[in-house]
C-alpha cells in the first residue's frame, strides 16, 4: 500500500464514532485519574487495560493513548491546586504552580498548563510522525555514559533552583542523593542503609517523599501560623481569566518544552521528570522575570508542563520505530499491541500501515480533545481553591495518605510520608530549598546507575564517560550551565546583601 | 541566643551528620562485598562521596555563619511555647495516631478521626462543613479506589464495610 | 466528569451482576492477589488473565495488588507476613521464590514461608544477542568468552533475578571456568536490558521468552538457544537438548500462587479448584501463548516439588561459584 492508501485506510478507521468515543472516554478517564493523587496516569492505563482486550484493537490502542495523554496533564492539577505531585514530572509544576495558588491566580496557572500541555503535546506528536526513524536512531546512541552525563547536566539545575544559598540548595541536593541510595545495591545486591526493615529494600516510595515533603509541610506550618486567617476566599479564583498576551509571551518557552521532550521522550528509559526539569530551568535561564522563577511565574508553569508533556508523544518513538517500550506505560501499551497479535516495530509500518497512521490521528486528534476535556475540568476542579484551608488541608491529609497508600499498597509508604512531611518542615524552618532535594533524589538513582553501568561497560576506566559526541556536548553544557550560575549567583548575592544592609538600616 | 543564626546551626548540624555518617552509620548500614572488582563500583562509593561533600558544604556554612553573621531578616517564628507550636505538636500527634490506627480501625475510620482532630487543631469556622467531609471523603475515597481503581483500601477489626 | 463516573460505576455494576453467586466458605470477602513485580511485566500479565477469568467463577473479586521493589521481595514479604485467613496471596515467580532463596543470604523470608497451591503459567529462557553482534551460535559466544571474558558482558534486572542466574548457569554448563569475570550489566527494567543488548552496549541476554518475542520478531535480536524441551516457532534456535545440555531445563521462569504458610485448607482447595478452571480455559491459555508463555496445571504437590527441584539445583551452583550475596 502506498502512504495515501494507508492514510485513507487510517481515515477510515478513525472516522468512527467508536474511535472517537473511546479517544474521548480515555482521555476524560486520564485527566481524573491523574487529578487524583496517587493514581499516576501508569496506573490508569494498567487499569484501563483489561477493558482493551474486548475491544476492536484500534478502539483499545486510541483508549489507552487517550488515559496515558490526559493522565499526565490531570496530574498538573493537584500540584498547582494543593501541592501535591502525582507524579515525579508534576513535580516541577508545583514550584511555580502552587505559589500562584496561593496568590489566587489559580485559574491562571490551571489554564496556562493546559495549553502548554497541548501545545508541547502536538509538537511532540509531530516529532513523532514526521521524525520517528531519525529520532529512534538517535535515541539507540544514548548508552549508559550519556545517560550519565545527560543527568549531570539536568543536575546542574540545583544550582538555579537554589534560592537565597547555593551553599543551602547544594546541602539539599546531597540530601537528596544519599536519601536516593537506599535500597539494595544495584550492582552487587548488597543492603544499603535498610536497617534490617524488608520494606526498605526496595528504596522510598518517591511518590512518598514527594508529597511528605511539599503537601505536609504546608499543613503543619498552616497550624503554626494560627487562625485561618485567609478564610473569606482571598486564594478564590475568581474571574482571572489567562490573558492571550500570556500565552504569546509563554510561547517561545512552550515550544522550547516540546521540544525538548520530544529529543528526550524519543530515549528509551527516560522519562519525563528530566525532562520537565530541563525545559523549567532552560525557562528561567534565558526569562527576563528569571527573579520571579519558583514565587509563582506563569512562564514556570508553562516549562514545566510544556517538558512534561512533550514526552507523551515521542515515547511512542522507540514504540512503533522499534519495538522497544520507551516506559512503563508503553510497556503496557506494547502489551495491548500483542495481545490483539499485532508486532509493534518497524515491520508494522508495512504490515499494518493502516493502524500506524490510524493512530498518528487519533494522537494529533488527543490533543484537541485534550483541550476541550481539560478545560472542562478546570471549571470542575476549580472550586478546590475557593475551599477554606482549615477545612481542605485536613482533606489533603487524608488524600495523601490515600494516594501514597494506593502508589504501593504499603502501609510503610504512609510512614515514610509523615516522616518526610517533618523533614520538609524543617526544611521550610530553616530556609534550606525543596526544591533541589527532590531534583536530586528524583535524579539520583539515574546519575549513581548510569554511572555504574558505565564503569562496568568500561571495566573501571572513567575514559567511557568521554566515549563519543553526545557525551561531550553534555559535559561542554554542564560546564557552561555552572560557570554561569556561579558568576549570576555571586552577582546576585552582592546585590541581595546591599538591599538587606538598606533594608537594615530601616 | 536571643536570635538564632540559621546558617550557623544548620552548618554544624550538617557537618555533625556527615561526620556521623563516615564514621558510624555507613560502615553499619552499607554492606560491602568481599571482593569489589573496582573502587568507584563499591557500593559505599556514592554514599562516601556524598557523606564527604556534605562534610565540606557544612563547614562551608559554619564558616559562613561565623563571618557573615547578617541576620537573614526573615520573619522569626513565634516562641517555643507559643500556641502555634503547641498546634504542631498536636500534628505530630495527629500524624502519629493516624499511622498508628490506620491497622487497627482501617484506613476510612481512622480518616476520619484525622480529619475531625486536624479541623479541630486549626480551629475551623466552618464546624458543620468539616463533619461532612470528614465522614464523606475518607467514605467517598475508599469506593473510589477499592471498587472503580482495584486497590484494596484496608479494613480494620471492626466496622468492614462492602 | 460525571457522565464518566456513570460509566466506570455502570461497568462496575456489570461485572458484579455477572458473577454468579456460589455459596461457598471461601472466599468470604474480596481476595488480594499480590504480585511483587512492576505492572506491565510478566508476572503482572499473567496474574492479571487470572483474575479476569476467575472473576466469573468467584463470589468476590479478586484484586492485583502490585506491591514493586527489591527484585520480588518487597511483595513477597508482604503475604508471608500477611493475615493467614486466605484473602491475601501471592503471585510467585521464579525470581522471587527460587533464585533470592538461593542467593541472598538476608533475605527476610524463605520457601518454608509460603504454601504453595499451583504453578500455572511456565515461561522458557531464551538466550540472544544483538542482530549485528557476528555471533550467529551459542558456540561462537562462549569461544569468544574463553578467549577473552572481559570483552563479552550480559545484562540482567539486577541481581539475583533469572536473567542474570540463567546467563551465569549457560556458561557453567559450558565450561567457562570464571562466569565471574564475564562483565554482568544490571539494569533496571527487562526492556531496558534487551535494549542495551540491541543498542550494542553488552554482549547478550538471557530471559523469559516473553521479554525478548518482539526483538526477536524484529529482527534486532538473534536468538542462540532456548531452554525448551521442542523449539518453539517465534524462536529459530536450538533447544537446549539438542545443543547437548539437558540439564539447562531446569532454566524455566514460572508463575504460581502461594499463600502464607499457614495458608487455611479451604483457600488452598478453592484455588487449587480456580486454577483448574483457568488453565482449561480457552481465553486465558490463548491469552498467555500469544505473550510467549506456556500454560499448565501443576497441584500442589507437584509444585513444591518443581519448586524445591529448581532452588536446589540453582543452591548448588550459587555455592559452587560462591555467588551468594549477604
Redesign the interface.
Known sequence: MTMMDNAAAALSLVAQWGSLLALLVGVAVGVVAGAIPGMSATMAVALALPFTFALEPIYGILLLLGVYKGGIFGGSIPAILIKTPGTAASSATVLDGYPLAEQGKSGQALQMALYASCIADLISNLALILFAAWLASFALKFGPPEFFTLILFSLSIIAGVSGGSLVKGLIAGAFGLLLATVGLDLVYGTDRFIFGHPDMMGGLNFIAVLIGLFALPEIIAFAMNGKDEREGGVRALGDHKLPFSEVRRCMKTIIRGGVIGSVLGAIPGIGAAPSAFLSYSEARRTSPNKENFGKGELEGVAAAEAGNNGVCGATLIPLLALGIPGDVITAIIIGAFMVHGLQPGPMMFATNGDMIYALFMGLILSSIFLFFIGGASIRLFRFIADIPKSVLLPGVLVLCVYGVYAVNNSVFDILVMFAMGWVGYLMMRLHIPAAPFLIAFILGPLLEDNFRQAMLMGQGDFAILFRSPITWVFWALTVFTLTVLIRNGLRDRKAQQGRLAVANKD | MTRLN??L??GVG?SLFAVA?LVY?IPQ?????RS???I??S??F??EI??Y??LL??V??TL?GIFFT?????AE??SLFS???L??L???GV??G??LL??VLG?VWA?VL???A??A??????RL??LL??IL??LI??A???????????QGQYV?LP | MKSIKRILGASAILATAAMPAFAADYPKRPVTLVVPYGTGGSTDIASRSLTNVLGKHSSHPIMVVNRVGAAGVTGSVSVANARDDGHTVLAARVGSHTINPAMKRTLPYTLDDFRFVGVFELNAVVCATGANSGIDTIEQLMDKIKADPGSVSYVSTGVGTLLQLASIMIMDAYGIENPLAVTHLPMRGGGEAATAVFAGNATFVCTNSSDLASFVANKQLKPLLTTTKERLPAFDAPTVAELGHPELEVLVGWTGIAGPANLPDEAAVQWGEWLKIATSDQGFVDHLTRMGSEVVYMDPDESKQFIQHQYEVFKELVTRLDLSVE
Open positions: 540559621t546558617d546551626w544548620v550538617v555518617l552509620v548500614a552499607v554492606v560491602v562485598p569489589v572488582r573496582y568507584v563500583l557500593p559505599d556514592w554514599p556524598l557523606a561533600a556534605l558544604l557544612g562551608l556554612m559562613k547578617a541576620p537573614d531578616g526573615q517564628g513565634p500556641a502555634g507550636s498546634r504542631v498536636g500534628i505530630g500524624f502519629a493516624y499511622y490506620i491497622p484506613m480518616s484525622a480529619y475531625g486536624l479541623a487543631i486549626f480551629r475551623s469556622r466552618h462543613a468539616a467531609v470528614a471523603l475518607p475515597l475508599y473510589f479506589f477499592t471498587h472503580i481503581a482495584g486497590v484494596p483500601i484496608p468492614r
